[in-house]
């Protein structure tokens, strides 16, 4: 998602060669390449030294915007299992609130602070996902069978405890991984640049994902000698700078605007459903289709708005599988005697029938799709990989397997680090170190990075990843006690570490975070490991997909936040100390949350129906040899058949034009598990972007910020649907 980059002429990307250097026209792209560096060089260090990368404001803006998003991705994930980090509407929400106090403000709010605000925000609205409150505790609470040491009702100490357990150690390991994908391989996080692009737009610069924002004048870098010249019309760049001034406001003002309209008639409508549920279940099919087959219409703002973030190819694919779920194989399970149940049952009706097929197809994607991504380093780097080998062997320096598959050498990262601190006004002399390299050895260094003093530390690493671990390995242990062996935790906890490098892989290439399918794969391999003879064997599996699930789910929020500050200029280690609060508060606060909304409401019930506390418990059993129903097997073995070569199919066409028209596994079983009432409404979101994206071919930045207002409406307005439900207000 990369939004509108603004009509700033003013403030250019260090990847845009400066006005005045038109005599160097004749130097080769190699020389370009330096002077950028040398830019980005000076950028980080100077932003990475302001004050404002980590202030008690910035904490608390953060924490505040968190809490509402905390809120919505609660009342969302209970309903469909889906949740976002809304990083985008949080550095709006953040920019909007200090600009409207500017005037009382002792320092200016800046494009670093904004980066914090997101980054604690993002942390902590993730939690309900990240701490297993939309799927897991559900599977536990509500669905876990007698035979099975269940239901499991925790109190509110210990789902704090557990919260709290979970939300840790993937944050703390986003930060070795950070230097690999950001720094080393440069991936793109498109969320990530997307946010940063956002963030640029508001406070006044313009950036492209090729490097660090920075705003630069006209003067050649590597010269001092053109200062006079580039500030010779200084009348000329003053009435720039006041229409620029001009055309930001109106910018920002014009978003906030958008984004407060959208959000009181999605919050209004969200309140009208208490008073008239039928508004959540139109027929608009007939009375028979929806009272037999569930066919119904969910016109939810909000369920629009997360379609028009998810774009019309993954919608589409969404409507296809609600259309093969709940319009083939639903009838045809009935009428066949295979779900003989009504149909709206999750224990004999064709609606848990349909859920294996659609775990089937989960699973086959989430393998191909992550085998894919841990094999293709390997595939594509194996001759490089071989020749270190030998040379490390014949050379006997055993340390260099330390170094192995980071790059050219370990060199050019000590490089990068005596790079970056070089002290922002010695541009000369930094731009004459890069002259020291080969033109080959400069195009394949590392990103510059910040200076040390503001990278996380690796004693704080280290020692921060052992105590996450030691104390999620020993909260699920106070929490479940004997029911969970220690060695199932351990591996767990190791596991996860292992396949959110996967995650956090699949995100900085594809923008998409496999955490469902990561989990699948967890509670495949528990299944591997633990007997099926073992009465705890469902319950194990719940607990270390939970955990594979959060390890990958916190890692790659964080790694997009990372990106954006990397960006920015901001310090990473302000950001991750960011992370780390927005985590913890994020925790607490969404074991309350989830406590409220499961003393008042029914769950699972008409308003929280939970599919994903299905899926995970349906997994669980399956993978432990639990029966299937009748049938279930042989088209469930079917459609993993099918869905392994469609995703074959589109790691192989990924960049062609056909590439959209393949279906997508997890978005056709995310619709068949999901009832048709919310995959329409996606599906209708999903084409209003196609008409404004490709019909229209307008930018996506309003949509995001339209879409953004929709679901932060609904989200909000459903506390106040809380407060009148714990009331006990009549309505119909």
Partial sequence: MAPDRGDSQDYLSISTPPSTSRRDEASDGTEELRR???????????????????TVRGILVGLGVGLVICFSNMYFGLQTGWVSTMSMPASLIGFAFFKTLSKHLDLPFTPVENVLVQSVAGSMGTMPLGCGLVGVMPALNYMLEPEEQGPIVLGLPKLILWSLGLCFFGVVFAVPLRRQVIIREKLKFPSGTATALMIGVLHGKEATADGPICRTTSRDPTSQDNSTQSYSNIDERSADVEELTKNQTSSWQSRVRLLIISFVISGLYTLATYFFPILRNLPV??????????WTLNPSLAYVGQGIIMGPATTLHMLLGAIVGWGLLSPLAKNRGWAPGPVDTWETGSKGWIVWVSLAIMLADSIVSLGYIALRP???HSGEYAESIRRIIRKRDWKGFLHLGSGKSGGDYALLREEVSTPPEETRSSFQEDLIVSDEEIK???EPDAPPEHLVNDSTVWVGLVLSVVFCIASIRVV???????????????MALVLSIMGVRALGETDLNPVSGISKLAQLFFAIIIPQSNKNSVLINLVAGAVSEAGAMQAGDLMQDLKTGHLLGAAPNAQFWGGVIGSAFGAVISALIYRLYTSVYEVPGDLFQVPTGHVWIFTARLVTGKGLPMMAWQWALGAAFVFTFTTVARILGTGKRWHPYIPGGIAVA?????VPSFTLARAIGGMVNWYWRSYRRKGETPLVVLASGLILGEGVMSIVNLLLASANVPHR
């Fill in 285 to 294: 099919f007939g009375f028979t289709l929806a009272e037999s087959w569930l």
């Fill in 36 to 54: 950028r560096r040398s830019n980005a060089r000076r950028f980080i260090a100077s932003h990475a030294s302001e004050g404002q990368n980590f």
């Fill in 444 to 446: 394949g260094l590392p």
């Fill in 670 to 674: 995310v619709g068949m598990y999901n």
């Fill in 480 to 494: 479940f006690g004997a029911l969970v062996p220690f060695y199932a935790i351990i591996i767990a906890v190791f």
């Fill in 378 to 380: 390997l595939v594509m």
